[in-house]
């Protein structure tokens, strides 16, 4: 809906959405089917702030038989990422063609780095340091929790084609349990379990912060230019 008027700026009615994200004017979607669909906003001619939504791929593209569990759009290189069946597959977003797929892990959860598109660092490195993170993070990044509750990164790479490799200096770090959401904001990761709300470390595995739950419910975060919000 948009937030001006509330009127609809998008339906579906026929698909079982199971995921979506939105970065600036564009909105992924995943549904329980496999299929993708990514769409772009638009204003409309003549209505002041009105706007709608229009896909940017003809017919949502099939990508296998297995429901889509998260999807999120990389606006540095326009490509979804998307997680099925414990695989993240990369994807065109003008056409869904296929550029890459990792299934060398068994993937239960990822999340990009937001510091990439807010360019700022975390609130624990200093403005001379912000400033020179920001310049060096121009490529996107993702992280991401295998089944077997260890953590990876990946960066995009044009070292010899346009694909994502894996920060081996940096992946392997062990948790101890298995996060229900995760944000990175460049040297923090901020993981909220069935057991507990953490701050680690990225470069250590270190937990900096951590709040203990005692049969409360799941925490829900939301993260904004390094500002976790709990509820």
């Known amino acids: 809906r948009s937030v001006y008027k509330w009127n609809f700026a998008l339906e579906l ?4 959405l199971t995921c979506l994200d939105a970065y600036d004017n564009v909105l992924s979607l995943g549904d329980k089917k496999g299929y993708v669909f990514p769409y772009e ?5 003549g209505m002041g702030q009105a706007s709608k939504f229009d896909p940017l791929v003809a017919d949502g593209n099939k990508r296998g038989s297995s ?3 998260q999807i999120m759009y990389l606006p540095r290189c326009s490509m979804i990422a998307l997680l099925s069946n414990n695989a993240i597959t990369i994807v065109q977003s003008y056409d ?10 068994k993937v239960h959860l990822f999340c990009v780095n937001s510091a990439v598109y807010y360019n700022e ?3 624990m490195i200093t403005d001379k340091q912000a400033t020179r993170v920001s310049q060096q993070l121009m490529m996107d990044q993702f992280c991401v929790v295998t089944t077997d509750k260890q953590l990876a990164f990946f960066e995009l790479s044009h070292s010899t084609s346009i694909k994502f490799e894996e920060d081996k200096s940096a992946s392997g770090k062990q948790l101890s349990h298995l996060p229900t959401q995760m944000y990175w904001d460049m040297d923090l990761l901020f993981l909220a379990t069935k057991k507990a ?15 203990l739950l005692y049969n ?3 925490p ?11 509820l």
């Open 197 to 211: 709300y953490q701050i680690l470390d990225k470069h250590s595995g270190n937990i900096l912060q951590q709040v």
């Open 216 to 218: 409360q419910p799941v």
């Open 41 to 45: 906003e638009q204003a409309i001619a």
């Open 220 to 230: 829900q975060m939301f993260l904004s230019k390094s500002k976790c919000l709990i």
């Open 121 to 123: 660092g975390s609130s």
């Open 96 to 105: 869904l063609s296929s550029v890459q797929e990792i299934k060398s892990k």
């Open 13 to 16: 009615k026929e698909n079982r």
């Open 67 to 69: 429901e889509v569990t």
